[in-house]
């Protein structure tokens, strides 16, 4: 992750009686629970977090009767955030808990419950401003509840599951951000930050507007200001004064669902436009159409959005010998 978000609005933890007053099951028996969440924490080198939590005086909560679920990034997880980002926030005990009950729910979930969600759910958390998604892939082409390929966390891959006295603990690859699923986190603020012009211009000509989160989820690849700039002297400006063209355009730059890269396979994809699109997942990264993402699974709250380095023209609009996708 190259930068984390400070989240402004602060949403302190609950009263420890009040998370532990939620009528869920859990194997808790008091004196004799010995692998409560905080020592499992300890006991699989999850030193980072377990510290942070003693440090936000969450330990004793997470040690009570519950049940909890911890989705737990590793170590190295948070060594990737800005060292500066990290310092205000370890400086700021009340930002620390946000974000840290961003990874807490108040009741336990098995893995047999996440195994059984189709697509994509919705969980609250403790932090209590925004939930955190769930997605759950299986091998392309596989039916409803077969085996689970890859689970992710707001697009943090699951790496392992680890149960405790009081709950589960669920390591992920990824500090969560709070901010992400929050209402005003919609596409066109990420077109803000990371300053997609170009992008922003097209949704504002073809009449895009943010839509009802939990209507059409969508993953938009989107091209950088500069591969807009690459594109041949004229081609831009036909697209800009095409409404129904550069509707199918920017539509074959955008699939239906939550597709975060951990979930991408290699092969053909069908676009909203209609068109397909081949992509290509290797270890040294993910292709859409040809052009490479550069910057993946920026999560809000319509979806999914990868920036990548190229623009993808229709083939019906533009043959082989005038594609600038590579």
Partial sequence: MNTFVI?????????GSTLGSTQYSSSYTGNTCRDTIPA???KNGLTQLLDLVTKAGLADTLSGPGPFTVFAPTDEAFASIDPKTLKIILEDVNLLKDILTYHVVAF????SFLSAIQLVYLLPTVQGSAPVRINVYREKGAITFDPVKTVTVNG????????ACNGYVYVIDKVLNPKDLMPENDELEIFRQYGLTTVKKIFDIVGFTPVNIFYRPETIFAPTDAAFAALPAGVLDELLADKKRLYTFINTHILSGNQYSRGLECGPVLATSGFTVEVKVTPGGVTYGGANVVIADITNVQGVIHIIDAVILPD??????????Y
């Fill in 7 to 15: 989240v402004v609005s602060i949403v302190l933890l609950a009263a």
């Fill in 40 to 42: 499992v924490l300890k």
């Fill in 108 to 111: 336990e979930i098995p893995p």
């Fill in 156 to 163: 943090a891959l699951v790496l392992r599951k680890l149960k």
């Fill in 316 to 325: 019906t609009e533009y043959p082989a010998d005038k594609k600038y996708s």
